[in-house]
């Protein structure tokens, strides 16, 4: 197993502003970290970075403790699976697989034996003499990451590789990778921008955000404390709902009556999870429904709150509610997230935490 740091790494090109902006984070060996974020964000430069395939402007990049800034990805003892499986067509399934073998001149005794062992794993021993034209998408990606994991490289990056699925095989492939990496204990990067699968997955996240890292933490830090709100509106479905306050009163914009326990000094924003919003009956402050999507097993309710739109709630069940009517909504302070005019996480005040 190698660990994996890359240390104030950046990314220019020409003029425009840079792709990667100063990053620096660890990944430990035999853990799985994603590299999150929306598009045009550095994630997958970032990844390519740390391949070789391509060479930071500045910074050093070290795996398993080498420095391995200025070396072609050949000799950097990792493997890599693309978006779109890279596989020869005129070649069989066994011949993909074993083509990074042969390529690198490994010995030719070790082949039958790897062989049978990545296609044990990745439940491949029927469709060895198979073209890829003859397999369904989580085949070819099965097949992808065999020739990945034949290579037996202690580090695997990953870049968006269960993009062309469709949502069943993409669950189902989340599970494999995961169960994967586990079983073998090799580090692995992955990057993506579907937060389900950095959060269903991963050890840590990495969420990038015009190149610079917007958070590094574990998934259920990423969700339970923001730190910015970036990382608030990224992470979850629907996204925190982020109201303005009057920082003066401590009371949501447009909303009379009693002043919001526990706001923090500075505050100019109230986050709140969609799941901690509570329809209450009786108490509760005022809202005015904009309207309800039904999903099944709950029901996303989207309401007006004194001079903030959009804010949206789940409800369990199906709940009938009309545009225009009026519902009144709590939740527990504890479950209140707070930010400055920079957008950054602010601690709640010392009577709730």
């Known amino acids: 197993?190698?660990?994996?740091?890359?240390?104030?790494?950046?990314?220019?090109?020409?003029?425009?502003p840079p792709a990667v902006d100063g990053v620096s984070f660890t990944v430990e060996a035999g853990t799985f970290t994603v590299l999150l974020g929306p598009s045009g964000c550095g994630k997958s430069t970032t990844l390519r970075m740390i391949a070789g395939l391509d060479e930071p402007t500045s910074g050093r990049i070290h795996i398993g403790g080498r420095d391995v800034t200025g070396l072609p990805p050949s000799k950097r003892k990792i493997s890599m699976v693309f978006q779109s499986y890279a596989l020869?067509?005129?070649?069989?399934?066994?011949?993909?697989?074993?083509?990074g073998l042969k390529v690198r001149k490994e010995p030719k005794a070790e082949y039958a034996g790897r062989l049978t062992q990545v296609a044990e794993l990745l439940g491949l021993e029927k469709l060895l003499e198979r073209k890829p034209s003859q397999l369904s998408?989580?085949?070819?990606?099965?097949?992808?990451?065999?020739?990945?994991?034949?290579s037996q490289a202690p580090v695997c990056l990953m870049d968006?590789?269960?993009?062309?699925?469709?949502?069943?095989?993409?669950h189902e492939m989340r599970r494999e990778i995961?169960?994967?990496?586990?079983?073998?204990?090799?580090?692995?990067?992955?990057?993506?921008?579907d937060q389900t699968e950095a959060m269903s997955m991963a050890d840590r996240v990495v969420l990038l955000n015009g190149g610079r890292i917007e958070q590094n933490d574990t998934p259920d830090r990423l969700y339970a404390r923001p730190a910015t709100e970036f990382s608030a509106r990224f992470i979850g479905t629907p996204p925190m709902n982020l109201l303005a306050l009057d920082a003066r009163t401590r009371r949501i914009s447009g909303r009379d009556g009693n002043a919001l326990a526990g706001v923090a000094d500075g505050a100019v924003k109230?986050?709140?999870?969609?799941?901690?919003?509570?329809?209450?009956?009786?108490g509760g402050?005022?809202?005015t429904v904009e309207s309800v999507e039904y999903f099944g097993a709950d029901s996303i309710v989207v309401c007006k709150v004194g001079h903030n739109a959009g804010v949206a709630v789940r409800a369990a069940g199906h709940l009938r509610a009309h545009p225009g009517a009026d519902i009144r909504l709590r939740w527990n302070p504890l479950q209140q997230h707070f930010f400055d005019a920079s957008g950054k996480a602010l601690p709640r005040a010392p009577s709730i935490s």
């Open 178 to 193: 995961r169960a994967l990496q586990q079983s073998l204990g090799i580090t692995m990067v992955y990057v993506t921008h």
């Open 160 to 170: 968006e590789p269960l993009s062309n699925l469709d949502a069943q095989l993409r």
């Open 1 to 16: 197993m190698s660990s994996i740091t890359l240390d104030n790494i950046s990314k220019q090109y020409g003029a425009a």
């Open 270 to 282: 109230l986050g709140l999870r969609p799941e901690h919003i509570v329809i209450d009956g009786g």
């Open 137 to 150: 998408g989580g085949q070819q990606q099965r097949v992808a990451l065999g020739r990945a994991v034949i």
């Open 88 to 99: 020869f067509p005129h070649l069989s399934v066994k011949e993909n697989i074993l083509f």
């Open 285 to 287: 402050i005022a809202a």
